[in-house]
T-cell receptor, first 113, second 113 residues
Framework: AQTVTQSQPEMSVQEAETVTLSCTYD???????LFWYKQPPSRQMILVIR??????QNATENRFSVNFQKAAKSFSLKISDSQLGDAAMYFC??????????FGKGITLSVRP | SAVISQKPSRDICQRGTSLTIQCQVD?????MFWYRQQPGQSLTLIAT?????????ESGFVIDKFPISRPNLTFSTLTVSNMSPEDSSIYLC??????????FGDGTRLSIL
């Protein structure tokens, strides 16, 4: 069975600082996608960033970037210049066969003003 | 990305009743999925809604409890049948079009008394 592990239940960061959220996964597939989704209290799931496993280059999206280590099956999210609006639940996810998403347990990120 | 309308946004239901949740997309999509998010938990895939045929259910979910319809490429419904307090959750539909990542509806917050 595929698993996605987020071992940190919560983190806190000072506004304007940088924070890294960790994620590891298990798979026997060679080609897959990895994602970070954000869920604010409004409960909407918002895609933050996507990484294709066959691409060595780490994905970036404005202040968000990933550190993808395929051999280690690690996929961390770095948020630079943290803003109050970044406070939310963040889920790491992996897509496998038939596009099914497997989610980690999530991490609650708080941003201190 | 596709615009997804999910209704109702929330509901409070009596034990033993059923509720149907609708997911409407503004354009044709290849894949539609239904997820459950229990209080304080991550998302779990219920089933893949297949256009014109029976949905594909994940382990632990059965058609009698969660019947799903998908009559066309832009619409799907999920029914939560014979509800009990354990069914209190957020139910989310998601869609995928081509090689684009999955995007989610705003979710339906369901409470059973």
């Amino acid at each position: 069975a595929q698993t996605v592990t987020q071992s940190q239940p919560e983190m806190s960061v000072q506004e304007a600082e940088t924070v890294t959220l960790s994620c590891t996964y298990d798979t026997s597939e060679s080609d897959y996608y990895l994602f970070w989704y954000k869920q604010p209290p409004s409960r909407q799931m918002i895609l933050v960033i996507r990484q294709e496993a066959y691409k060595q280059q780490n994905a970036t999206e404005n202040r968000f970037s990933v550190n993808f280590q395929k051999a280690a099956k690690s996929f961390s999210l770095k948020i630079s210049d943290s803003q109050l609006g970044d406070a939310a639940m963040y889920f790491c996810a992996k897509s496998g066969a038939n596009s099914k998403l497997t989610f980690g347990k999530g991490i609650t990120l708080s941003v201190r003003p | 990305s596709a615009v997804i309308s999910q209704k109702p946004s929330r509901d409070i239901c009596q034990r033993g009743t059923s509720l149907t949740i609708q997911c409407q997309v503004d354009s044709q999509v290849t894949m539609m999925f239904w997820y459950r998010q229990q209080p304080g938990q991550s998302l779990t895939l219920i089933a893949t809604a297949n256009q014109g045929s029976e949905a594909t259910y994940e382990s632990g979910f059965v058609i009698d409890k969660f019947p799903i319809s998908r009559p066309n490429l832009t619409f799907s419904t999920l029914t939560v049948s014979n509800m009990s307090p354990e069914d209190s959750s957020i139910y989310l539909c998601s869609v995928e079009r081509g090689d684009q990542p999955q995007h989610f509806g705003d979710g339906t917050r369901l409470s059973i008394l």
